[in-house]
């Protein structure tokens, strides 16, 4: 979905909350909605799966998926004496 048309719209509302209690209600619902695509993004990844983890330089390293968790994905770094990492899908790269 692309929120661009209405992305104005929903941070002038936000900017208007003054009570953090109500606030909170808007923080849940977007972590909420954080993890559930956090979740949809780790489910496409399966056990075995050759992949590439990319690091904060931006080198990478090949690994393999050992597990997929609710919101990251565990790997095993093939040039690192076998290490185990959790990663956020969006540092993985497919090869």
């Known amino acids: 979905m692309d929120i661009r048309p209405i992305q104005n719209f929903i941070l002038d509302g936000i900017k208007e909350i003054d009570d953090n209690e109500e606030l909170r209600i808007v923080w849940k619902a977007m972590k909420k909605q954080w993890d559930k695509n956090a979740q949809r993004e780790v489910e496409t990844f399966s056990k075995g799966e050759s992949v590439q983890v990319e690091f904060k330089g931006g080198e990478l390293y090949k690994a393999e998926v050992i597990k997929s968790n609710k919101k990251t994905v565990k790997v095993q770094l ?9 990663v956020h899908p969006k540092w993985l790269h497919r090869n």
Request: net charge negative; charged share 35%.
């Open 78 to 86: 093939l040039d690192y004496e076998a290490r185990l990492i959790n």
